[in-house]
C-alpha cells in the first residue's frame, strides 16, 4: 500500500504504528479545546474500538485510519472502511468514512477525503458514504443543525464548519437524521394516553421490565425485534451475534433496568423500548480520563438523579404495529421518567423519511432539535 498521499503541500498518512494510532485518538482535543459543547470521548473505550481483536466489526470488515499533516503538524484525520454487511444486504458497492476532524481548511480535508478515496477505490468500492464510524449501528451522521448545547450519549457532535468543508468537496445528502427532544414537564397529547390507555385494555399484551437475572434470554429477545424491526429502513444492517453480545454488554454497564422494556403478546416478544441515561452529563468533565471501576460504581449509583435520558431503541414488529404499542411504550416511558425527575428526553436517531414515526414523536410534544447529515460522493 502507498505509504503517503500528497495534496498541495498536505500529506496524508495512513496509520500502521501504536504511536499513530495515539495521535488519531488525541487529534479531537486540538479541534475543541475551547469548545463548551464536546463531550471528550474516554481514551480507553476508544483504544479497544480500534482493536481488531477486541471489537467484532473487524471480524467481517475492514478499515484504515489516516492523518494528515502541514508542516510536520497534525492538521486531520479519517477512516475509510469497508462494511461487507452493508453491501451485501443492500446488494452495492459502497465504502465508507468515518471519524472525520479536520482543521478549517478546504486542501486539508480535500486532501483526507482524497486519500480515502484511494482506498477505498482499491476495494472496488464505487461510492462513499458517511461519516459513519464504522457503521450505521454506531455513530453515524455529521451535525448540520442545533449546535448550541452539547450532544446526547453516543451521538455526534462536530465544528459548524464541517459541512462546508464535505460539500465543497463535493459530497451531496442522501439522508438526514433526527433527534427529538421532549420535555417531560408537557403531558403527551390527549390522543396518545387515550391510545395508550386503550393499548394497556388489550387481551394478553402486556409492556413489562427486562429481568435482569434472565439476562441472555431477554437480550436474544431484543436484539431479534431490533434486526426485524429496522429491516427495511434505509441504511439498516442487523447486528451479528457478536456485534450484538458486545453492544448489549456495553449499554448493560450504564442502563437503569427501569428503563429496558419489552412488549410481549401472549408471551412473543413483538416490541422493545430502550432508554439510557446520559451519561455524557458527567463525560463532559471527564476530558476522555479511563472510566475506572470507582467511577463506573459512581454513575450507576446516581442513575436516577440524570436530568436526561436518551430512548436509544424504540421499535414494533411489522405486523404488530397498529395496536398502539409504541404509544404505550412511550406513555410508560414517560410516566417512569416523570416518577424519577427526569426532566427531558431525547429519541434518536430518527430517519427523515420514517414519516410515521417523527410523527408519533411529535404528536408526544416532541421538537426536532438537531439533524445530523449522511452524505455521499461518487468515486471516480
Known amino acids: 500500500m502507498k505509504r503517503t498521499f500528497d495534496f498541495e503541500g498536505i500529506t496524508v498518512i495512513p496509520i500502521q504504528k501504536a504511536w ?12 475543541y479545546k475551547k469548545d463548551p459543547y464536546w463531550v471528550p470521548p474516554v481514551i480507553s473505550e476508544q483504544k479497544k474500538f480500534f482493536n481488531k481483536k477486541k471489537n467484532p466489526y473487524f ?3 475492514e478499515a484504515q485510519l489516516f492523518l494528515a499533516y502541514r508542516m510536520k503538524q497534525v492538521i486531520g484525520r479519517i477512516s475509510a ?36 478515496e484511494q482506498w477505498l ?5 464505487t461510492r462513499i458514504l458517511g461519516p459513519e464510524n464504522f457503521s450505521v449501528n454506531h455513530n453515524a451522521g455529521l451535525l448540520v443543525d442545533g449546535f448550541n448545547s452539547p450532544p446526547m450519549f453516543e451521538m455526534t457532535y462536530n465544528p459548524k464548519y464541517y459541512p462546508r468543508l464535505f460539500e465543497a468537496s463535493g459530497f451531496t445528502k442522501t439522508q438526514d437524521l433526527y433527534a427529538w427532544r421532549l420535555n417531560l414537564e408537557n403531558k403527551p397529547h390527549k390522543k396518545i ?30 436484539i431479534a425485534i431490533y434486526n426485524q424491526a429496522w429491516s427495511k429502513n434505509w441504511g439498516a444492517i442487523p447486528l451479528t451475534p457478536e456485534e450484538a453480545k458486545k453492544t448489549i454488554k456495553d449499554l448493560i454497564k450504564i442502563a437503569n433496568p427501569d428503563y429496558l422494556w419489552i412488549a410481549e403478546i401472549n408471551g412473543q416478544a413483538v416490541g422493545t423500548a430502550i432508554s439510557l441515561p446520559n451519561i455524557n452529563e458527567q463525560l463532559i468533565h471527564l476530558n476522555g480520563r ?21 430512548v436509544f431503541i424504540m421499535g414494533v414488529l411489522e405486523e404488530f404495529r397498529h395496536f398502539g404499542i409504541d404509544s404505550l411504550m412511550y406513555y410508560t416511558l414517560y410516566e417512569q421518567g416523570l416518577k424519577d ?34 452524505y455521499e460522493r461518487k468515486i471516480t
Not at 84 to 112: M, Q, W
Not at 195 to 221: H, Q
Open 20 to 31: 499513530q494510532l495515539r495521535k488519531f485518538i488525541q487529534f479531537p482535543w486540538k479541534i
Open 290 to 310: 479511563i472510566l475506572s471501576p470507582r467511577t463506573i460504581k459512581m454513575m450507576l449509583n446516581h442513575k436516577n438523579q440524570f436530568e436526561s435520558y436518551r
Open 341 to 374: 425527575g427526569v426532566k427531558w428526553a431525547e429519541m434518536s436517531w430518527i430517519l427523515e423519511t420514517n414519516t410515521i414515526m417523527n410523527h408519533i414523536i411529535e404528536s408526544l410534544g416532541g421538537i426536532k432539535y438537531k439533524t445530523y447529515r449522511i
Open 59 to 61: 471480524l467481517h470488515s
Open 193 to 222: 394516553q387515550d391510545v395508550a390507555i386503550l393499548a394497556r385494555t388489550m387481551p394478553g399484551l402486556v409492556v413489562r421490565k427486562i429481568n435482569m437475572k434472565k439476562l441472555r434470554e431477554e437480550t436474544d429477545k431484543i
Open 81 to 116: 472502511h469497508t462494511n461487507t454487511r452493508h453491501n451485501l444486504y443492500h446488494n452495492d458497492k459502497s465504502g465508507f468514512i468515518g471519524f472525520f476532524e479536520c482543521i478549517n481548511s478546504k486542501r486539508g480535508s480535500e486532501a483526507l477525503f482524497q486519500a480515502a
Open 121 to 125: 477505490k482499491n476495494k472496488d468500492c
